[in-house]
């Protein structure tokens, strides 16, 4: 009887202290990200904001097949505007080099799939940026970024987007 009592302590401990865990925890695990500074800047195709494309940052110097690498990001608005975010929201990017490239998939709704580049990766390819930018210590604001090419359809998600 005196086991099968210890048997019963022994879980109700293991019970009570993986559920301490997870009570006191946020479930996330804990990482370490480097600070990021703002980084924004304008879009033009043809004179106006190619809403739903954005903006990568790719680390020079280009990693080969670097499976962490991270890829600071943002979408660009109808005004031609973007903010940059890595971890959270428009934190910007962390410190280093980075090549600057496009890629329109996107639609003005963000909540409807990408489709494919509008584009067609002509701008998409971090081995020819359009532009290189430094962050360092504080707020970068990118020397605007102004394409011209012919007329894209921008607004049909049906004519333009995944099909299936």
């Known amino acids: 009887m005196n086991t099968n009592v210890g048997l019963a302590?022994?879980?109700?401990?293991?019970?009570?202290?993986v559920g301490y865990y997870y009570v006191t925890s946020s479930g996330e695990p804990e990482r370490d990200t480097p600070a990021t500074y703002p980084v924004s800047g304008t879009v033009t195709y043809n004179g106006e904001g190619p809403i739903g494309a954005h903006v990568t940052l790719h680390k020079l110097p280009l990693a080969k097949d670097s499976w962490d690498a991270i890829f600071p990001r943002g979408r660009i608005e109808q005004d031609g505007s973007f903010q940059i975010q890595t971890f959270n929201e428009d934190d910007g990017a962390p410190p280093g080099e980075y090549a600057v490239t496009l890629?329109?998939?996107g639609?003005?709704?963000?909540?409807i799939r990408p489709g494919v580049d509008r584009w067609k990766g002509k701008y998409d390819n971090p081995r020819k940026p359009l532009q290189t930018i430094s962050v360092v210590d504080s707020e970068v604001l990118m020397s605007p970024i102004e394409l011209k090419g012919p007329a894209i359809r921008v607004s049909d998600p049906v004519s333009d987007g995944p099909r299936g």
Do not use: E, H, R
Request: aromatic residues 12%; proline residues 6%; charged residues 10%.
């Open 9 to 17: 302590m022994i879980g109700v401990l293991l019970v009570g202290g």
């Open 103 to 105: 890629s329109w998939k």
């Open 107 to 111: 639609f003005a709704d963000p909540t």
